[in-house]
């Protein structure tokens, strides 16, 4: 898994379920890290503010994304277990190569759209 941020690529380990967590975590700590430390008051940042505001616009549409991308994350781990069993038939193979790396594409193009809906 791999995140396109501000012109970098950050990889992540495992799948989106790991990604979800680790851009969830970091989150937070940037959260924290505006609380300013003498007097417990977050920092007043109005482009942090909109942000907000947008992110609770989009948190319906958020977390249809998210139950779709785990839906696709069920199907593609699936087609990699029929994959397997299917390791002898060249033409089944390849079918179902085909279709795992369709059900990826679409994935991606969720991830994608999530991706934007947070930054």
Known sequence: MVELS????????GNYGYF??????QKKKDEFNKVDKTSN???NDSKDNSKSIINKSNSK??????ARIEEYENLIARKGIEINMNATDYIK????YNEKVELENQRDKLLEEWI???E
């Not at 549409?61 to 998210?66: A, D, F, P």
């Not at 193979?93 to 179902?96: G, I």
């Open 93 to 96: 193979l390849n079918d179902l």
């Open 116 to 118: 934007m809906l947070y």
């Open 20 to 25: 979800r967590e680790k851009k969830l975590s």
């Open 41 to 43: 008051k977050v920092v």
């Open 61 to 66: 549409r958020i977390k249809e994304l998210e």
């Open 6 to 13: 501000q012109g970098k690529l950050i990889p992540y380990l």
